[in-house]
């Protein structure tokens, strides 16, 4: 198992800011799409964004419907990490987001999928 270290998660006011940050381990061959997706309580897990070919220059980018134009994912190829900036946030954003990735562990890997553990994002009225 791949273990993809979250952070940035917490408690934020109706129309402020968060930024979540994933990365995987160094050593991590190579890595295909990483991104987020969220599950709010009574609800299916849903993608919020997605970037692919992270290590590579100029990765594409996917979002929901539900973010584009207030949430943003970069990536840092170098390190291994992504960043999801969310910026005007409502509380309907309220949600355990989990950090998504598909790698290769080494040169002679199959692709994997792994997810990270999960942080707790509130917006709150």
């Known amino acids: 198992q791949v273990q993809l270290e979250e952070s940035g998660g917490g408690v934020v006011q109706f129309g402020g800011s968060l930024r979540l940050s994933c990365a995987t381990p160094?050593?991590?061959?190579?890595?295909?799409?990483m991104g987020w997706y969220r599950q709010a309580p009574g609800k299916k897990r849903e993608l919020v964004a997605i970037i692919a070919n992270v290590l590579n220059t100029g990765g594409t980018p996917t979002y929901a419907d539900f973010v584009k134009g207030r949430f943003t994912i970069s990536g840092i190829s170098a390190k291994k990490t992504v960043f999801l900036q969310m910026n005007n946030l409502k509380p309907e954003d309220t949600a355990v987001y989990s950090c998504y990735a598909n790698v290769r562990r080494t040169s002679w890997s199959n692709w994997s999928e792994h997810w990270g553990q999960g942080t707790q994002v509130t917006v709150s009225t």
């Open positions: 160094e050593n991590i061959f190579q890595i295909n799409d």
